[in-house]
Every structure is written in C-alpha cells, then in structure tokens.
C-alpha cells in the first residue's frame, strides 16, 4: 500500500517520516495554504531524503497544485525534483492530458472532493489522462487539509480502472478500519499527524505504521524512539 503524508515544510521531518514508512511525501504548492512551500522549499527538503544508489529519492516527491498553470508546475517539478503531480482543483481531462503529455516522466494524480456518490461519475471521463486518482472530502471553501472524515459510505462500491487513494479525516485511530473497508490502493494524510499546519507529530506517525504494519512494514531500521525525539528536541528548542 502506497501511504502518501502530505503538507511536509521542515526537512528533517521529511527525512523522518520516509525512514518511518512512508512511500511518499507531498508538498502544497498553493500559495494561499498555511503549508505553502516554494519550489526551492521543497528542493531543501529532497535533498535530505534517503537515496538509492545512484544518489536518486527512494520515497515519492508529490507537487499539490490547484489549477496551476502548466509552466509553473513544470518549473516546480524541475527545480524540487518531484516525481508525481497532484491536481487538486478543477482541471479538466484535456488540462489533465496536457499537463500528463507535457511531463511525460512524471506521475499524474487527480484529486476529487466527493460531495455526495454522484461525484464519483465524473471520475470516469479522466480515466485515459491521469496515472492515478485521489477521493478527499468536500468542503465548499477549502480544496484539502481540511480534517474532515470522507463519508465513506458515499465511496463504499467505488471500482476503477486506475489505482486511487483515500484522503479526508485520516487520523491513526481511523486509519485501520478504512483501509479494511475500503481498500484503497494507497491512503494520504496530512492534518490527521500534525501538531498544527505543516507542522509534523512524528508521534502519530509512527502510530499510523504501527497501525498499518500488516499492511505497509516500516521501510528502516531506525529505532522509532530515536527518530521522535529527535524531532520534538527540536521542536522544543
């Protein structure tokens, strides 16, 4: 299971969550979210993530726009080095294409706030151009981070062709029973594991894994205690 913690600002935090278990990192790439991070941001934060042997990330690097013009998201891609875009607003399939042919390399996710379960019919019409999709919950002023559940009987009978991730209200106490229910291919995070906006608590991090440890083993061998209190030194200081 692809496990996605999304909001990341601070670089050992970063770092921390990916030696924790996570697949992938995102970055808010909206500059109205209290998580707004620039493309030199995020750069500082890549630069410290675990690396394979050819010095190249071994956890995805995941760009949240909202209805973001193609040449800023491929200036973004560019200089933090991301992998997979994510498209959080009211990109159409052909602004999905474009952007998809535009950055062939590069993972393309659409995102969709589901106000009732006649929103997963629009799903359907961008099958052939996105690599993956992504369900959060609506909310009429915010596009994400919101802390609101998804109401997960709306999703309940949701299939598709493409591999999709579950979003909204995702805490470590919940996190269990949806993925049971649900089974979604991967999950996305973000205010369920802060102590406030793009500010990280390893602590629920880690009780996430804990949590999902049947399905998604921790990734490192570092002892969790010392990643945590690292991280809330830090914090304190």
Not at 74 to 94: A, F, K, M, W
Not at 166 to 171: I, V
Not at 176 to 196: C, F, M, Q
Request: charged letters at 25%.
């Amino acid at each position: 299971m692809r496990v996605k913690i999304c909001g990341i600002r601070d670089p050992e935090q970063g770092r921390a969550i990916a030696h924790l278990g996570a697949t992938a990192i995102g970055f808010i790439c909206v500059s109205k979210s209290p998580r707004y991070v620039t493309a030199s941001d995020i750069r500082t934060v890549v630069d410290v993530l675990p690396v394979d042997d050819a010095q190249n990330p071994v956890i995805d690097r995941v760009g949240v726009f909202v209805d973001a013009d193609i040449d800023d998201i491929q200036r973004t891609v560019e200089v933090g080095r991301l992998n997979v875009v994510q498209l959080h607003g009211n990109e159409s399939p052909d602004r999905c294409r474009r952007i998809r042919t535009a950055l062939p390399s590069v993972e393309v996710i659409k995102a969709f706030r589901v106000r009732s379960p006649e929103t997963l019919k629009d799903i359907q019409a961008f099958t052939d151009d996105v690599d993956s999709f992504l369900l959060d919950a609506y909310h009429p002023h915010m596009m994400g981070g919101t802390g609101q559940t998804l109401n997960w009987a709306d999703i309940a009978a949701f299939k598709s062709d493409r591999p999709w991730f579950l979003a909204g209200g995702l805490t470590p106490n919940n996190v269990a029973d949806a993925v049971t229910r649900l089974k979604p291919d991967g999950i996305d995070l973000s205010s369920g594991v802060e102590r406030s906006p793009g500010d990280k608590d390893l602590q629920k991090v880690a009780a996430l894994f804990q949590q999902l440890d049947q399905y998604c083993p921790p990734a490192t061998s570092t002892p969790l205690f010392q990643i945590i209190s690292r991280n809330n030194d830090d914090h304190q200081a």
